[in-house]
């Protein structure tokens, strides 16, 4: 029985002119080098742009605004992001590394010196300090410092005038309302434990100062 000759499929034709050589592989060594790269000019653009925002609010720290600041899309963004949750987190994470600040196996001897280099870093944003506008508030404050100076000066009247007014001036850090509330939200202290932290702390300031115990400005910062 004479059988007829049947032509290849398309696919055969296709696989036998196909060269020797295999295709690169969308999983090649050079399409995830190029990832990588795309990934951190992401990052590195969300930090720069962290470090120019006037206040320490991220709303601005958008998908559409990092890409737009690295040229690329904000779909190519999503790719690498899904969420901006994530590419804060990443961003956060690049901005920590950038301090040399670093939390694993902190020791307590170790704790003045990391808080030096935290906001050694921190000067180099471009944030800046908030301030009493409001007259009534500007003047009651102004009425503080002045107070804690002169009970300052009045124990120490051997001091130079900047460590007299350091030492009130971390005192007035303890009058204000931010460790205070701090205490309350995140460590879930009740109002009496946070009172209570806050006053022992001024106890030791205090005892300082009786002690002659002058602050030390000379603080060096390891990077």
């Known amino acids: 029985m004479i059988r007829a000759k049947t032509k290849p499929s398309r696919t ?25 790269e795309t990934r951190e000019r992401i990052i590195a653009a969300g930090a720069e742009l962290v470090h120019g925002f006037p206040a320490w609010d991220w709303k601005n720290l958008s998908a559409a605004a990092v890409g737009e600041h690295a040229g690329i899309s904000e779909r190519t963004v999503h790719r690498y992001f899904s969420t901006e949750r ?18 694993d196996g902190l020791e307590l001897d170790d704790f003045a010196s990391v808080i030096a280099r935290m906001f050694s870093y921190l000067s180099s944003f471009a944030v800046a300090p908030s301030q009493v506008s409001d007259p009534t508030f500007a003047s009651m404050d102004r009425q503080r410092r002045e107070a804690l100076l002169s009970a300052v000066i009045s124990a120490t009247p051997t001091w130079p005038d900047h460590d007299q007014e350091t030492a009130a001036a971390v005192l007035d850090i303890l009058w204000s309302l931010p460790p205070y509330e701090r ?38 910062v390891q990077r």
């Open 183 to 220: 205490m309350i939200t995140s460590w879930g202290f009740d109002a009496g434990r946070a009172i209570g932290a806050i006053t022992w702390l001024i106890g030791l300031i205090e005892e300082a100062i009786r002690n002659g115990r002058r602050p030390d400005l000379a603080v060096s």
């Open 86 to 103: 994530l590419l804060r987190d990443a961003v956060l994470q690049r901005l920590v590394e950038e301090s040399g600040v670093s939390l």
């Open 12 to 36: 055969a034709r296709a696989t036998s002119s196909e060269p020797a050589t295999q295709r690169r592989g969308y999983n090649s060594p050079v399409r995830r080098q190029q990832s990588a």
